[in-house]
């Protein structure tokens, strides 16, 4: 796995860009979370019982672009990449078979896709999907929400992190 450079978010841009660069700047940090380990130091888990992975926290990233920006945003009707009725919670569940390659690349296609999705529209058009109460979201809504998200689990993966090798950092 190679090294990933990470941009600052500007500081004075219009808040577009501004939620766009932040929205970036944690998917950055993620991949750095997870540069320079092996496919086994990424499946390794937490704390026991948690499975809670840095791997499963990629997959858990893809997870959710796709479910905000594909399913909610756009209206497309799209299935879980790894959960299923029966385990709806896949992401977290690894297997040997389960490699950096092959999800970062799932991710970075959810990634990509959302780009596609937010690309011609702007913070305030509203999405197909509905809230448990019937509301829509706008845009800058499920923009700010992904920032939480990601800034969230980027705190779990410094974690995890340090437990594998002692790195810290931001």
Not at 87 to 114: C, N, V
Not at 116 to 128: K, P, R
Not at 156 to 167: F, Q
């Amino acid at each position: 796995m190679t090294t990933r450079e990470r941009s600052e978010p500007a500081i004075n841009a219009a808040e577009r860009p501004m939620l766009e660069g932040w929205l970036d700047y944690h998917r950055d940090t993620l991949a750095l979370k997870c540069a320079g380990l092996t496919d086994a130091h990424l499946r390794e888990a937490s704390v026991p019982p948690s499975e809670l992975s840095l791997l499963g926290l990629v997959r858990h990233m893809a997870e959710v672009e796709r479910g905000w920006f594909r399913e909610v945003l756009a209206g497309e009707d799209v299935k879980a990449i790894y959960g299923t009725d029966e385990d709806r919670d896949g992401e977290f569940h690894l297997t040997e078979a389960d490699t950096w390659e092959k999800d970062a690349a799932i991710w970075q296609a959810e990634i990509a896709r959302a780009r596609e999705n937010t690309a011609n529209i702007g913070l305030d058009a509203l999405s197909v999907g509905r809230s448990r109460s019937g509301e829509q979201f706008n845009l800058r809504w499920i923009y700010t929400h992904m920032i939480e998200e990601y800034a969230r689990h980027n705190g779990h993966a410094d974690l995890v992190r340090e437990k594998i090798d002692g790195s810290t950092g931001d």
